[in-house]
């Protein structure tokens, strides 16, 4: 028992974590659905920014924070981030903010700016909702960087399974299909990758864990973290005092099936923190002293962009989205501002350890997830839903296929075409340059 604590001390390792509400005080606009009518009416679960600190001591450190949000925009980052390097003194590509996808938060910066109805006095307390939530992200880093403690780091992989396919699924025929333990359609990743932070007793302290599906389970109007938030809140009574974050993966194309019931929800949190728990009990691969971050922006290329008169048509026309859209993008013109021809798409990465840990903006289609899984050294973890969550990105079959996640959730986003046949290509190759560049910075460490 003393060797194996004094191993565990010599990790080098330390982690610091916390958690505070984002509850919002006032009633906001609900993210997530173009179908409501109303600001949220109240509280089914609480909303959380929890942080998960790591420093191996040296110099740099790795801050993950955890929001129970549908998105991030690159601006509201940027505020966060500048907030964090002023008062903390850290770098952007230190802290990464990883957005559950929960589709009863609040609405938030720009993030789907052409699907919601907002009057002024709504759009005024978003923007107040955006200084409280700076404010708690502070706070909740400042308690984390206050906690350091020494720990053991381990890489733990468990195993799913309420995720489905939404595209290839037809929704209402899924329970049938499950009922009879048939397969279903269409690629999924099932996988939960799990990073482990435990004291030199061995009680956990900390967890990242990941999953790619959508936070879809409910479209009501409570707040509500769905089922990450179930599945964190169960974690951290499983281990008290722990602090448990939810990386949402490449889930973008991804639902759980059967869904809006708030004992659904429940019930995947609850399946999710089972495997969880189930991967955490077996020995993880131990992850030795070394810490290497990296932040860059990768030029997306957008396809060719509609013309002013055929902005001028849409804006006048039936569908009242895609009309917005194109006065949104009319008034930018007039206001000098050009239309995207690409988009500065955030590839963040950190090496902990032997692992290589990457974080996407935007809302990744499950292709990512597993053409990634093969071609990354292992072992490897892809979240999505990162620092700027500006639009779906498909891969290049997703583009081809066109429907939602290829083409039209672009009108929603309000930008202003779809991206470009060799959008999958330029992002794959962008990541592999991260991982490549950070295993080289590491090498000897
Ligand atoms: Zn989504």
């Known amino acids: 028992m003393l060797i194996a604590v004094a191993l565990l001390v010599a990790s080098g390792w330390e982690v610091g974590v916390a958690k505070r509400s984002i509850t919002p005080q006032q009633a906001l606009w609900m993210a997530g659905y173009a179908s409501r009518t109303g600001p949220a009416t109240g509280t089914e679960s609480e909303l959380n920014a929890r942080v998960f600190a790591l420093r191996d001591g040296g110099k740099t450190r790795a801050v993950a924070v955890a929001l129970d949000l549908v998105g991030i925009d690159a601006g509201l980052t940027a505020r966060v981030k500048k907030r964090l390097f002023d008062r903390h003194g850290l770098s952007e590509a230190e802290v990464v903010l990883a957005c559950s996808h929960t589709h009863c938060g609040p609405v938030v910066g720009s993030t789907l700016r052409s699907m919601y109805p907002l009057d002024d006095g709504l759009r005024e307390r978003s923007r107040a909702y955006a200084d409280y939530l700076i404010d708690q992200i502070d706070a909740a880093t400042k308690e984390a960087l206050g906690r350091w403690t020494p720990c053991s780091l381990s890489w733990h992989m468990g195993e799913c399974g309420f ?14 299909i499950k009922a009879a333990g048939k397969p279903l359609a269409g690629p999924v990743d099932h996988r939960v990758p799990v990073l482990a932070a435990r004291s030199t007793d061995g009680r956990v302290l900390g967890l990242l864990f990941g999953y790619a599906c959508h936070a879809t389970t409910l479209s009501f109007d409570r707040w509500c973290a769905d089922y990450p938030g179930f599945a964190s809140t169960s974690l951290e009574g499983l281990y008290p005092g722990a602090t448990c974050l939810f ?199």
């Open 163 to 176: 995720a489905v396919n939404r595209r290839a699924n037809k929704e209402a025929e899924v329970p049938a």
């Open 247 to 445: 990386l949402a993966g490449c889930g973008a194309d991804q639902n759980p099936l059967p869904r809006r019931t708030v004992a659904l929800a429940k019930g995947y949190g609850e399946e999710l923190a089972q495997s969880v728990a189930k991967a955490v009990a077996k020995p993880g691969l131990a992850m030795p002293k070394g810490l290497a971050v990296s932040l860059k922006s990768v030029a997306l290329p957008l396809a060719a962009a509609p013309t002013p008169a055929d902005l001028e048509q849409q804006a006048s026309g039936k569908d009242k989205y895609l009309a917005n859209r194109a006065r949104t993008l009319l008034a930018d013109l007039k206001t000098g501002q050009p239309l995207r021809t690409d988009y500065p798409f955030p590839v963040q990465a950190w090496r902990i350890g032997n692992l290589n840990l990457v974080f996407l903006g935007g809302e990744v289609v499950v292709d990512y997830s597993l053409r990634l899984a093969k071609e990354i050294p292992e072992p490897a973890w892809v979240a999505s839903y990162c620092n700027d969550v500006m639009a779906y990105i498909p891969s290049q079959r997703v583009l081809k296929e066109g429907g939602y996640e290829g083409a039209t959730s672009m009108i929603y986003y309000g930008l202003p075409a779809s991206w470009r046949e060799d959008v999958e290509r330029i992002l794959v190759g962008s990541v592999l340059e991260r991982v490549r560049q950070l295993n080289q910075s590491t090498a000897g460490q």
